[in-house]
């Protein structure tokens, strides 16, 4: 199994203008009341309003410095609540405060956790490679589905088989997981939940299952990353999910361009903050780019347009979008012929740590074994290389 994803760069604008009809008035007063003047200083959350230019408009989230009349398209911040005027005294100034629930300020880093994956590519035991490497977290691929139920990969459900035992490894050996739900390929709990509650309910019998504190919602190919539908069903289990388990990290993981998102990514992200989901990091896959030689170079730049989109969503500062982002790579030869050496992933390690991204991660430790001119396997790289180095390259993160 691939981590592979199709690249689409689409510009698409949506957009919508909210008619108000006028009743004819015999004096000024009978007119709607224009809430107070917007101001750039003021901090405005859900539900407050403001006016500018003779139209009341109400924030549908937390935001500064975003005027309401370039700002309110269907998936921006403001709502265009009509004409006003009149003389009726204005609603109560919003707050000039933080609001009490913005965005974390900061994220949380986390362990390197490489994946690994118990039902395919000659899977090690966790013991060797945690022993060898330092190594002490791994995320678990893949959570499928059957029905709106959440099984493991080729398997009939959560517990008592391959992925179950190899979690119990990992734990006795002081180690920690988290699972991944989703990927290239197969029936995933996205499109079969057709709620985000019934998706929420089925991610909670995972985190359950096993005692989670983070889960990994891989987002990929046309029937979850590009289905707008199943995006925001995603998004609304996940808020779910964080409202009922405020400990446990929501991760999500998706494709890029070596610049940053593409047009799904940055829906992805607008739509993260549009419907609150808290998300807690956001991680990319730079590679299967389409041939790219410098990976480092693709890294890099998909990362700091990342970093640049999460400022513009959120407000964040450089350090607060750094944590907040990750890093899931692919060691050796990609899907696409690309080469990501031993150094590069040091050099793209030594990236990720001194910005204090949130996570950073590779596909796969199946894959962490030397085999120079192998091409792209799934139990080795592809290149000359020791076993397990970029999973020892990773531990240092």
């Avoid at 309401?68 to 921006?76: E, L, M, R, V």
């Avoid at 002081?174 to 998706?199: R, Y």
């Avoid at 950073?360 to 430790?365: D, E």
């Avoid at 091409?375 to 290149?383: A, K, L, N, T, W």
């Amino acid at each position: 199994m691939k981590l592979k994803r199709k690249l689409f760069i689409g510009i698409t604008v949506a957009t919508t203008a909210a008619a108000t009809a006028i009743i004819p008035m015999t004096a000024s007063n009978a007119a709607v009341a224009c809430a107070a003047a917007w101001s750039s200083s003021a901090v405005y959350t859900n539900g407050n309003s403001a006016s500018q230019s003779g139209h009341n408009y109400t924030a549908k989230w937390w935001t500064q410095n975003e005027s309401p009349a370039t700002h309110s398209g269907q998936w921006d911040v403001w709502a265009d609540n009509g004409v006003c005027g009149g003389t009726t005294p204005p609603t109560t100034p919003p707050t000039t405060t933080p609001p009490t629930t913005p965005p974390p300020s900061t994220g949380t880093k986390m362990a390197s956790a490489p994946y690994i994956y118990p039902g395919w590519g000659n899977p090690p035991a966790p013991s060797t490679v945690m022993n060898a490497t330092g190594i002490r977290a791994f995320t678990m691929a893949f959570v499928l589905a059957n029905g709106c139920n959440p099984v493991w990969d080729g398997e009939g459900g959560l517990t008592g088989g391959v992925h179950a035992s190899t979690i119990a490894a990992i734990k006795a050996a002081g180690g920690s997981v988290v699972p991944s739900i989703g990927g290239w390929s197969g029936n995933k709990l996205g499109p079969a939940c057709s709620t985000p509650e019934a998706l929420a309910g089925a991610y909670q019998k995972v985190i359950d299952a096993f005692g989670l504190q983070a889960i990994d919602i891989d987002i990929e190919n046309s029937d979850e990353f590009e289905n707008t539908v199943v995006q925001d069903r995603i998004l609304g289990a996940l808020k779910i999910i964080k409202q009922n388990n405020p400990g446990v990290k929501t991760i999500l993981t998706f494709g890029t361009s070596p610049t940053g998102p593409n047009y799904y990514g940055i829906r992805l992200i607008t739509q993260a903050r549009a419907l609150g989901a808290n998300i807690d990091i956001f991680t990319q896959m730079p590679f299967d780019f389409g041939g790219g030689s410098d990976m480092y170079g693709a890294t890099v730049g998909a990362s700091e347009g990342l970093k640049n989109q999460l400022k513009t969503t959120f407000g964040y500062t450089d350090a607060q979008a750094y944590s907040h982002m990750g890093i899931s790579g692919m060691n050796g030869l990609s899907d696409q012929q690309e080469l990501t050496s031993v150094d590069t992933w040091t050099r793209i390690r030594d990236y990720a740590k001194n910005n204090n991204l949130a996570r950073f991660t590779f596909w796969a430790v199946n894959r962490d074994r030397g085999c120079a001119g192998g091409g792209v396997v799934s139990d080795c790289s592809g290149i000359a290389q020791p076993d397990w180095e970029f999973t020892r390259i990773s531990a240092g993160f």
